[in-house]
């Protein structure tokens, strides 16, 4: 009993010890095994938002020096998306992320990249976009949330137009709190994430207001107050 009892005790001490490794390795580097399966799934959602975007025909009209108005196109382009599709490319360089963002918020969609709530709209339709991220595993795309700053950029590259956005505060939520999820009519980016890292009992939320829009080339001065 005593020998059973030491290796009892043993085995314990290296779970735990593993257990401790585990947390700083992904805290520091992320999770390996997950991100190494995410970066095979970006590239294939990379590859289809390409694909997607040849395909998709905006029928914006540009003239003048005003930007365009993107909300037909916009509204027709997320209607055409179901869950698991590439939205865009999600670009934000105080992360050092320039991902693929997926379509959906559910467990699946999720492990190959940041994902749009389905009930959120997408860049161009004077509405919440809200976009979620995982903080440790899956490529960890929001690990340093805390970090974006006020006057941070965020661009989010769409088939008819990349949008600009700039960080303009954060708020922590209970992960149960869903106003947080209604658009209050007009454009704004919602960065989401859990905290704090390693729990899910609230959700830090950076939010990002827009400011320009490039279309074939030429960038033009957006900032949408309402519908």
Excluded: N
């Amino acid at each position: 009993m005593r020998r059973a009892g030491h290796k009892f005790g043993t085995l314990l001490v290296i779970v735990g010890l593993g257990t401790i490794t585990w947390v700083g390795v992904t805290w520091v580097w992320e999770d390996p095994f997950t991100s190494l399966w995410q970066r095979f799934q970006q590239r294939e959602l990379a590859d289809r938002y390409e694909r997607q975007a040849d395909l998709f025909r905006p029928g914006i009209l540009v003239s003048g020096g005003e930007a365009p108005d993107f909300r037909q196109a916009a509204r027709r382009y997320r209607r055409s998306l179901e869950e698991g599709d590439p939205v865009g490319r999600l670009r934000v360089r105080r992360l050092g992320i320039d991902m693929v963002v997926v379509e959906g918020t559910a467990t699946e969609p999720l492990k190959r990249g940041p994902g749009r709530y389905e009930r959120s709209f997408v860049p161009g339709e004077r509405e919440l976009v809200y976009v979620a991220g995982h903080r440790t595993t899956y490529g960890a795309p929001f690990s340093r949330i805390d970090r974006l700053r006020p006057g941070d950029s965020v661009f989010f590259e769409l088939p008819y137009g990349t949008f600009e956005y700039r960080i303009t505060r954060h708020v922590i939520v209970r992960a149960t709190d869903v106003g947080v999820l209604r658009s209050r009519h007009r454009e704004v980016v919602a960065l989401q994430a859990c905290e704090p890292r390693f729990f899910a009992s609230h959700r830090y939320i950076a939010y990002a207001e827009p400011v320009a829009v490039t279309v074939d080339g030429t960038r033009y001065d957006y900032t949408p107050t309402s519908r």
